[in-house]
């Protein structure tokens, strides 16, 4: 079954506040992803982190991949209303084992921005 | 340079038919997956290859087959449909070492 968490469930914020959400494991992953889905879309990659303890950015976007290699963080600066949508971690490569070209998700964050 | 192409985009079957969810990449990537998405559970892998004449079983293939012919193409078979098959199904792609997934836009499957 799944073996990422993510959380928070679900955010509720005003538009310019910041967010921040995180995911953990039980298993080491050689590499985290973060996602975002649009309604009626397929996700789309935000940021993919590669070395643990890495840090990246994409514009607004921040994302960490934790030391342990078993959790990571997305962080949003100044949310505007189009960060509408569900964000989701991703986990590949699971150290031991033979999956590599497999993702396993986290069971997502819906982040809605009020006006 | 079209992606990930998924068709068809929405598809409402009866009880044990079956059905092909179609799949193209014209990226030439080796590795291509299929999820399916159900409220709450996030994304959940079905079946994956790692490249042409490669699959293998991933957390949910139970009621699926895929095969892949070729690089390009990846469908996956229904071959009774079943309700709890009721979902939407994303096929995805990447380049052997790369990170990050490329997403079609799915199928949103109703089986009744």
Redesign the interface.
């Known amino acids: ?2 073996q ?1 968490n ?1 959380s928070p469930q679900s955010m509720f914020i005003q538009e310019g506040e910041d967010v921040s959400m995180n995911c953990t494991s039980s298993s080491i992953f050689n ?1 985290w ?1 973060w ?1 975002k889905q649009d309604p ?6 935000l940021i ?3 070395k643990a303890g890495e840090l990246t950015s994409n514009g607004r976007l921040t994302a960490q991949f934790g030391i342990t290699r078993k959790d990571s963080f997305l962080n949003i600066s100044a949310s505007i209303p189009s960060d509408v949508g569900i964000y ?1 971690c ?1 986990g ?1 490569g699971r150290a031991g084992g033979t999956s ?9 964050t819906i982040l809605t921005v009020h006006p | 340079n079209a992606g990930v192409t998924q068709t068809p985009k929405f598809q409402v079957l009866k009880t044990g038919q079956s059905m092909t969810l179609q799949c193209a990449q014209d990226m030439n990537h080796e590795y291509m997956s299929w999820y399916r998405q159900d409220p709450g559970m996030g994304l959940r892998l079905i079946h994956y290859s790692v490249g042409a004449g490669i699959t293998d079983q991933g957390e949910v293939p139970n009621g699926y087959n895929v095969s892949r012919s070729t690089t390009e193409d990846f469908p996956l078979r229904l071959l009774s449909a079943a309700p709890s098959q009721t979902s939407v199904y994303f096929c995805a792609s990447t380049r052997q070492g790369a990170g990050g997934y490329t997403f079609g836009s799915g199928t949103r499957l109703t089986v009744v």
């Open positions: 079954g799944q990422l993510q590499t992803l996602y009626g879309e397929g996700p789309v990659l993919a982190l590669y989701f991703a590949s590599y070209g497999k993702l396993t998700f986290g069971q997502g």
